[in-house]
């Protein structure tokens, strides 16, 4: 079996000008397309067989509509399109466009442009057109060289040339300017065939290379693998190969050009396969002994056949039939189906989609989430919608399921995104610069907007859900995240919207329950909601505070009393002591006239000495209540910081006293009490 090449055939841009091509064949005719719409004879028949001719100037486009093929054209002859054709429909590749935007943005900024590319090639015609007309195209090295030297150079490159030669022509262009600026505009189509085609002739020891003669990336491709060693043929179809090419035992490769449609590539391989085993058998031929043996295998292999030109022309003729059909049921690439799922394996899943053939789901193509098997996802005799991708070589058509989930996801995801929509999101992981989330598609949340300050540690938030709000959504990308969320305007909404509700509410006057955020050595600011106020260290009790951590810690929650509101400035000052009950109010509870109690000795005057008999309740022992003989001065009995006994002769809370006695407390005992205050 040859080895074929990983990337192979139609390109994207290949297949985007076709599908406008068949979409604008749907409307009514006549269409034309100006040149042929790929450098592919068959898909110019295939065309021609659904009402689109190819036609070379476009005068002869007068009232019809005219598709632009994928190569691109000059402004000169877009505009004369415009104004001849009866509709334009525009399928020059986006790779192709970006090359003639940067030669006229080049040209218009003072450069001279050269074109790495074949001055005979559509494609280089269009860009030398938007270049003004002042582009130069070189092919070789050779023709490089005789560039004359500019000030300015930009070098561009035909999308289809080969990398190498790109660079040793850009190589060569370095000296001729004191500035030459090189964009290799080689499209990753291209690259990549090439790139594959190498890699498949590290293993074969012959390679077909498959291809219209008049495709210049088919050209390159046969030139990379030649420039391999490996002996390279170059053909259009596979009555162009010659079993003499392939030796018994000889392994062969295939590669496509970007223009070759995959019918035509598998009628190559197919007939590669046949000259494959008829060598075999020759060689199998040649060694058989026996005679009579001999005959008996000749019997079977030459049992009657359809004649394998026949049989290609054929199976090439009922894969058309079969596309034709598919397409007219709306089964094309890029169609969405219906489809009933008839069978799933851990690998994949088979899908009725009405149609001859049964559709496939591979596992990647399953679902948006990363699964371990299709059974996760559906079951038997579900219902579900799909994306065709393409048609398989044997007829079974590959499906998406992941393409319409994805299309559905983005459908809403881009309502929301115009709705300005709070959505929750799921971090998945950490990535260079951010966080991926999952928001029923894989977004990118950057580092900066996941939080209002600096994160540090962007691993602490997978897990989590966080609310979010998209701030770019671009289908068309493809490299990054289409989807850009953000945290950090969310949040910042909500801050905003806290602080406009906590001052048109906030008055003097009100209690509030707040969170002690910080501890100072003049007090605590209290997070009241998105906004913190001042508690202040006398406003914290009704008795002297050394320092506030001796009565609260940061993170306890509680009431304060609301002293003053300072809308200009933004302040608010908070007393706790207003709203806790202060120990005279509550005295009596305590305390009642009789009790023994003991207190400390906190100051002295001449008629008596006051003892603390709890933080903030002070008593007072009269002098003539300190002892049982007549004294001259308080000192005589008690100092300063004596412990003393005293027995309670009477409570008076309202003017905050308590009458003490120390001589009618000797030899009792104290009233067991906890105090509080
Ligand atoms: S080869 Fe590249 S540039 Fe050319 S049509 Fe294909 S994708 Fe576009």
Not at 211 to 216: A, E, H, R, T
Not at 508 to 532: H, N, P, S, W
Request: glycine share 8%; hydrophobic share 40%.
């Amino acid at each position: 079996m040859p080895r074929l090449a990983e990337c192979a055939g139609f390109c994207q841009g290949v297949r985007r000008a076709l599908d406008l091509a068949l979409a604008a064949a749907a409307e009514p005719g006549p269409w034309c397309t100006l040149g042929p719409l790929v450098h592919n004879d068959a898909v110019v028949e295939f065309l021609e067989a659904r009402g689109i001719r190819a036609v070379e100037r476009v005068e002869e486009a007068a009232g019809s509509g005219l598709i632009i093929r994928s190569h691109g054209a000059s402004p000169g002859v877009l505009a004369a399109a415009q104004a001849i054709a009866r509709q334009v429909v525009d399928a020059t590749c986006p790779l192709v466009k970006r090359v003639q935007t940067l030669a006229r943005q080049m040209v218009q900024e003072g450069y001279r442009v050269v074109i790495v590319g074949d001055a005979a090639h559509p494609e280089v015609q269009g860009i030398v057109g938007w270049a003004e007309g002042q582009a130069t195209v070189v092919a070789s090295v050779e023709e490089a060289r005789r560039v004359t030297p500019a000030p300015r150079l930009a070098v561009l490159a035909q999308t289809t040339r080969e990398q190498e030669t790109f660079f040793d022509i850009t190589r060569e262009l370095l000296p001729k300017s004191l500035e030459v600026r090189a964009f290799n505009t080689i499209c990753d189509a291209t690259r990549k065939r090439q790139q594959a085609a190498r890699e498949v002739c590290r293993d074969v020891d012959v390679m077909v290379v498959v291809g219209d003669f008049k495709s210049s990336n088919t050209a390159t491709l046969a030139r990379v693998c030649a420039d391999t060693g490996v002996r390279t043929y170059r053909v259009e179809r596979a009555g162009d190969l010659n079993p003499e090419w392939f030796a018994a035992g000889a392994r062969a490769g295939v590669t496509a050009g970007a223009s070759t449609p995959e019918w035509i590539i598998k009628e190559v391989v197919d007939t590669m396969v046949e000259f494959e085993e008829n060598a075999a058998r020759d060689e199998a031929q040649e060694n058989q002994p026996e005679p009579q043996a001999q005959a008996q295998q000749e019997e079977t292999w030459q049992e009657p056949q359809p004649e394998p030109e026949e049989a290609r022309e054929q199976s090439f003729m009922e894969l058309e039939a079969e596309m034709a059909e598919s397409m007219s049921k709306g089964m094309e690439r890029g169609s969405i189906l219906k489809g009933v799922v008839i069978q799933v394996s851990d690998d994949e899943v088979m899908v009725d989609v009405g149609g001859k053939s049964e559709g496939v789901i591979p596992l990647r193509e399953l679902s948006v989430r990363d699964l371990r098997s299709a059974r996760e996802e559906v079951q038997v005799g579900d219902e579900i919608e799909v994306y065709v991708l393409r048609w398989d070589d044997d007829g079974t058509i590959l499906l998406s399921k992941k393409r319409v989930d994805m299309k559905k996801a983005l459908d809403a995801l881009e309502e929301k995104f115009h709705n300005r929509e709070v959505i929750d999101a799921k971090v998945v992981k950490s990535v260079k610069g951010g966080l991926l989330v999952d928001i029923g598609v894989v977004a990118f949340l950057p580092a900066s907007h996941v939080d209002e300050g600096f994160v540090r540690n962007l691993d602490d938030y997978i897990g989590q859900t966080m609310p979010v709000r998209i701030i770019e959504f671009n289908r068309a990308k493809r490299r990054g995240s289409q989807v850009v969320v953000s945290r950090k305007d969310v949040l910042s909404e909500q801050r905003e919207r806290q602080r406009e509700e906590f001052w048109s509410t906030i008055e003097e006057g009100q209690v509030r329950t707040g969170r002690v955020k910080r501890l100072t050595d003049y007090g605590a600011f209290i997070d009241l909601g998105g906004f913190e106020g001042l508690l202040h260290i006398s406003e914290m009790a009704h008795v002297r505070v050394d320092h506030p951590s001796d009565v609260l810690s940061e993170g306890d929650v509680i009431d304060v009393y609301i002293l003053g509101v300072d809308r200009e400035k933004e302040r608010v000052s908070l007393s706790r002591k207003r709203i806790l009950k202060s120990p005279w109010e509550t005295v009596l509870e305590r305390y009642r006239e009789g009790d023994i109690i003991d207190g400390k000795v906190v100051r002295l005057a001449p008629f008596g000495a006051f003892v603390e008999v709890e933080p903030g309740v002070d008593g007072l022992i009269h002098i003539s209540q300190l002892s049982h003989q007549r004294i001259e001065k308080p000192e005589d009995v008690v100092q300063v910081g004596d412990q003393v006994r005293v027995k309670i002769l009477g409570i008076d809370p309202v003017e905050k006293r308590i009458a003490l006695s120390l001589k009618e407390a000797e030899g009792s005992e104290a009233v067991d009490y906890e105090g509080e205050w």
